[in-house]
C-alpha cells in the first residue's frame, strides 16, 4: 500500500478492461472461418475498412475484390464485411507484415549535407552522380561503434 506525504493510504487505480482486438478475429473470419462473427457479436463498430483492405490487398488473388471496396469507401461496415466473406474463397492464410519504406544512407546523407526534406532530397538525388553522393556520405559521416560496419 502506497501512501503520500502525510501517511494517508493512496487508493490503488482500477486496472482498465482491456478491450479485445477484433482484427484478427475478422480477417480469420473473412478467409477461413466464413461464421459471420459480426452477426453473432454486436461489434460492428470495432471493424476497421482501411486495415482490412491494406491486409487483404497483399495477396494477389484478392487484390480486384479489395479494390471494389476502396471505389466504394461510403458504404458501412456491416456491407464491407459482408462483401468480402462472401466474395472470399475459404482458405487458411496468415496475416502479412505491411510493407515499410527502406531507409537509405545516401538519402540521410543528403537531406544531412543540404539540410533538405525527403521529397527535395529523392528529387536531388536525381541530379547528383555517385562521385558526389560519396563525397557527402564522406562529409556526413560521424564515426563510432555504431556506424561502423
Given at each position: 500500500m502506497r501512501r503520500d506525504l502525510y501517511g494517508d493510504p493512496i487508493p490503488e487505480?482500477?486496472?482498465?478492461?482491456?478491450?479485445?482486438?477484433?482484427?484478427?478475429?475478422?480477417?480469420?473470419?473473412?478467409?477461413?472461418?466464413?461464421?459471420?462473427?459480426?452477426?453473432?457479436?454486436?461489434?460492428?463498430?470495432?471493424?476497421?475498412?482501411?486495415?482490412?483492405?491494406?491486409?487483404l490487398s497483399y495477396s494477389t488473388e484478392w487484390i480486384f475484390t479489395v479494390n471494389d471496396m476502396n471505389g466504394l469507401p461510403h458504404l458501412p461496415n456491416r456491407l464491407q464485411y459482408d462483401y468480402f466473406i462472401n466474395s472470399i474463397r475459404r482458405r487458411s492464410r496468415k496475416l502479412e507484415s505491411w510493407i515499410k519504406p527502406e531507409k537509405s544512407d545516401d538519402l540521410e546523407a543528403v537531406k544531412e549535407y543540404y539540410n533538405y526534406s525527403n521529397q527535395k532530397a529523392k528529387d536531388s538525388m536525381l541530379l547528383l552522380s555517385d562521385t558526389e553522393i560519396e563525397y557527402i556520405k564522406s562529409k556526413t559521416y560521424k564515426g563510432g561503434k555504431e556506424n561502423d560496419k
Open positions: 487505480p482500477e486496472p482498465e478492461e482491456k478491450k479485445p482486438n477484433y482484427f484478427y478475429q475478422f480477417f480469420k473470419d473473412i478467409t477461413y472461418g466464413k461464421t459471420n462473427i459480426m452477426l453473432a457479436q454486436d461489434i460492428e463498430n470495432e471493424y476497421k475498412p482501411y486495415n482490412m483492405n491494406k491486409n
